[in-house]
């Protein structure tokens, strides 16, 4: 089978993607794949051998586990072939940046300081956008968006602080329930849930609801990452309106773990705890200049995923908006989205 005839079936490259973050068990595929593509196991185990006997995947043994891993080589093959074609989406993906960028530049402060740790997080991070198959009436569209990036802790130091009430109180909000697989959890004034998976120390999987809104799901996968790293990939999937997501792209969720990931950072780098005034933090400079820059590298980001220009730096002149904090006499609608 010819590599992109691999590459061309969207379950298998969503196995990649999440072999890309370290080895996995075919158990663990397969529960991850059962759960975003509904099908069944079989059809699972179909997936990998086919993986396996073009060269993308490798497998061991480990006991009575089978352990799987991406094998680069084709997936370099594949590079050096797109290598002659990449010039014509890289220039307009550039200058995309570089105009959101540019915005960036215009709403800062003249200053000669040095870029604060806080804004430097924002390259630290990988991130992406998926869209699944209809979800319902009016057009909805199943939309994923995808934000990878290193900890400076072990794997199981990491996952405690993001399954323990008390320490995820210090990173991200207070939070009440039964944290146990099944059980319901409640963020205080934010979303609540049901535990669905509880994989120590690799998976968590999550619904998140927001108010009266839909139910999304929220997943998060720990893998080793270099040294005493931690590699965790969060991907929070919702039946999107259309018209919602054309005003506010990937951004409206996006920004929204992009400050809760700088919460974890900062809390498992420097021991520092959440704001005691969230708000009143929101209106210091770090905060506005990380909000805006993780607005524009969502536009990227969908840019990327084949959003044309326009629309990208329109989504990201509306999420920015919404979250920056709002000029004394004015005011923003908030989005819901049935995200964070």
Known sequence: MHAFDVLGDPVRRRILELLAGGEQTSGELTAAIQ?????SQPAVSAHLRVLRESGFATVRAAGAR?????????????????????????QRLDALATELARGCRDRRRETEEPVSEIIDQISQAHRAVRAGSGGGDGGTVTRTVVVRRAFPAPIEDVWDACTTAERIGRWLMPVSGDLRLGGKYQLEGNAGGEILTCGPPRLLRVTWVMGEGPASEVEVRLAPGDGAETVLELAHTAVVDPEFWTKYGPGAVGVGWDLALLGLFLYLSTGQDRPDDPAAWATSPDAREFITRSSAAWGVASGQAGTSEAEAAAAVAETTAFYLPPLPGGGLDAPDSGAA
């Open 35 to 39: 759960a975003e593509f509904g099908i």
């Open 66 to 90: 089978r352990l799987y891993a991406v094998d680069t080589a084709p997936l370099r093959e594949v590079d050096e072939w797109l290598g002659q074609f990449r010039r014509f989406w890289e």
